[in-house]
T-cell receptor, first 112, second 114 residues
Framework: QKEVEQDPGPLSVPEGAIVSLNCTYS??????FMWYRQYSRKGPELLMY????GNKEDGRFTAQVDKSSKYISLFIRDSQPSDSATYLC????????????FGAGTRLAVHP | EPEVTQTPSHQVTQMGQEVILRCVPI?????FYWYRQILGQKVEFLVS????????KSEIFDDQFSVERPDGSNFTLKIRSTKLEDSAMYFC????????????FGNGTRLTVT
């Protein structure tokens, strides 16, 4: 079983749709969960950063962590064409300085 | 907002040549990293560096690789004798290591080995 699993998509939605992106993981020791956005040939850009279980909201983005199910989600409300990118989930153990384990990334296309 | 900067953005080299990839991490950060992303694959951890020494390295980071912080601002990755399979995007990242301090990535160097 892979440590972090993420459906690579692609996911295509109309502008204004609610997007749901998900990752599952196998290692219950993960404590910190992140979502990064990556545009083509650019570095990962941090979107959301969550410690342990719960929800976190930032503008149109909501991150959810369910440690009991080993499942994390990113919701994007009112999606825009500029949201078209690859979304990477990442996680790490206690201590923000530990190495990140990434999912494969989900490619999202938002069409006008 | 401060950012991690990497140079060059694209490097082409011949197999067997040495390359040095350069990074300037965010100035108050203490932990430095190199990650690699082969085209179409996951972002993979290579090495972490703290207090002037390697704190962790992956299986990928063999004797052909080395890292250095030659001065107070630069962080470099050297590949001694490049192979075709070293072709990838190489990302530098940094953090100050606090509980609420995630990794910030640069835009990467695209290494092409011919």
């Amino acid at each position: 079983q892979k440590e972090v699993e993420q459906d690579p998509g692609p996911l295509s939605v109309p502008e204004g749709a609610i997007v749901s992106l998900n990752c599952t993981y196998s290692n219950s020791a993960f404590q910190y969960f992140m979502w990064y956005r990556q545009y083509s040939r650019k570095g990962p850009e941090l979107l959301m950063y969550t410690y342990s279980s719960g929800n976190k909201e930032d503008g149109r983005f909501t991150a959810q962590v369910d440690k009991s199910s080993k499942y994390i989600s990113l919701f994007i409300r009112d999606s825009q064409p500029s949201d078209s990118a690859t979304y990477l989930c990442a996680m790490t153990f206690s201590g923000g300085y530990n190495k990140l384990i990434f999912g494969a990334g989900t490619r999202l296309a938002v069409h006008p | 907002e401060p950012e991690v900067t990497q140079t060059p953005s694209h490097q082409v080299t011949q197999m067997g040549q040495e390359v040095i990839l350069r990074c300037v991490p965010i100035s108050n950060h203490l932990y430095f990293y190199w990650y690699r992303q082969i085209l179409g694959q996951k972002v993979e951890f290579l090495v972490s560096f703290y207090n002037n020494e390697i704190s962790e390295k992956s299986e990928i980071f063999d004797d052909q690789f080395s890292v250095e912080r030659p001065d107070g601002s630069n962080f470099t990755l050297k590949i001694r004798s490049t192979k075709l399979e070293d072709s990838a995007m190489y990302f530098c990242a940094s953090t100050n290591g606090g509980q609420n301090s995630p990794l910030h990535f640069g835009n990467g160097t695209r290494l092409t080995v011919t």
